[in-house]
């Protein structure tokens, strides 16, 4: 099956500066590729995501970047606040058309300092 | 994005007791809901796929009477832990999506916190 491994498992910026967190998939057959942001005590909130026939796409201060080839693919985020202190994790599915399983990463525990 | 929600919240339960979870999905209909369970400070691990108007289907090593899961409408679907223990003390949390326009697109619910003494 999927394997998703995420790295760095902890991440700490100062506000301000850019934070980025990769991800490395197994399955070449994966063709959908979420974001999730999770805060403490609460259920993931889906950040952003990207198709494989898609090689980058960008929400205001948050991009992902897709390598078919290299099957990774990763979460960048500019100007980064207090506010996006947080886990964030990967996954990636084999689109079916409908509701697919997701596999997720480790998670990523990102700090941003003042 | 599409909205998901979990009750209850938080259920401390003694052991040998049993605990519905209720997930619903509040603005579009969902034939497909997922059940993950989250232990602190880890990735979630998903339990089942929750099918409606047919079985669940269990990832292995979930046992299927211990968790059990209906799905009886579009919009609702519940997880019962029967015969809590403190093992079972975790963080369970539901996803579904709209199945439509992005089809594989998953929102989350709030999760809910069960604590068995």
């Known amino acids: 099956g999927e394997n998703v491994e995420q790295h760095p498992s902890t991440l700490s910026v100062q506000e301000g500066d850019s934070a980025v967190i990769k991800c490395t998939y197994s399955?070449?057959?994966?063709?959908?590729f979420p974001w999730y942001k999770q805060e403490l005590g609460k259920g993931p909130q889906l950040i952003i995501d990207?198709?494989?026939?898609?090689g980058e796409k960008k929400d205001q201060r948050i991009a992902v970047t897709l390598n078919k080839t290299a099957k990774h693919f990763s979460l960048h985020i500019t100007e980064t606040q207090p506010e996006d202190s947080a886990v964030y994790f990967c996954?990636?599915?084999?689109?079916?058309?409908?509701?697919?399983?997701?596999?997720f990463g480790t998670g990523t525990r990102l700090q941003v300092t003042l | 994005g599409a909205v998901v929600s979990q009750h209850p919240s938080r259920v401390i339960c003694k052991s040998g007791t049993s605990v519905k979870i209720e997930c619903r999905s509040l603005?579009?209909?969902?034939?497909?809901m997922f059940w993950y369970r989250q232990f602190p400070k880890k990735s979630l691990m998903l339990m089942a796929t929750?099918?409606?108007?047919?079985?669940?289907?269990?990832e292995q090593g979930v046992e299927k009477d211990k968790f059990l899961i209906n799905h009886a409408s579009l919009t609702l679907s519940t997880l019962t832990v029967t015969s809590a223990h403190p093992e079972d003390s975790s963080f369970y949390i539901c996803?579904?999506?709209?199945?439509?326009?992005?089809?594989?697109?998953?929102?989350f619910g709030p999760g809910t916190r069960l604590t068995v003494l």
């Open positions: 996803s579904a999506g709209p199945g439509s326009g992005s089809a594989d697109t998953q929102y």
């Open positions: 399955d070449s057959a994966s063709n959908y």
């Open positions: 990207i198709r494989s026939n898609v």
């Open positions: 996954a990636a599915s084999i689109g079916t058309g409908t509701a697919s399983k997701l596999t």
């Open positions: 603005d579009f209909q969902a034939t497909t």
């Open positions: 929750s099918n409606e108007g047919s079985k669940a289907t269990y």
